[in-house]
C-alpha cells in the first residue's frame, strides 16, 4: 500500500496497475508515518526524497518539514 499520489506517474504509464479493492470492503485504511531525523543532518538522495514527499502530502503535521 502506498499513497496513490505517489505514483500516479506510473499508473499513467502503466508500469504499475491500482488493484480495484471493491471485493475488500475494509480496506479505507489510515496509515499514520512519522519521520524523525537530526537537525542539519544531510541525507543520501533517496532518503531526502522520500522525505520531501512525506512532508508534501503530510495531512496533519506536529512541526515544520524544512
Known amino acids: ?3 496513490r499520489q505517489l505514483v500516479l ?3 499513467a504509464s502503466g ?3 491500482e488493484l480495484d479493492m471493491g471485493a475488500y470492503p475494509f ?3 489510515s496509515v499514520n508515518v512519522d519521520v524523525l ?3 542539519g543532518r544531510r541525507f543520501p538522495p533517496v532518503q ?3 522525505r520531501l514527499q512525506l512532508c ?3 495531512v496533519h503535521e ?3 518539514c524544512e
Open 1 to 3: 500500500t502506498v499513497p
Open 15 to 17: 508500469e504499475l496497475v
Open 27 to 29: 480496506t479505507d485504511w
Open 62 to 64: 506536529v512541526e515544520r
Open 56 to 58: 508534501r502530502y503530510r
Open 9 to 11: 506517474d506510473e499508473i
Open 48 to 50: 531526502e526524497w522520500l
Open 37 to 39: 531525523w537530526r537537525r
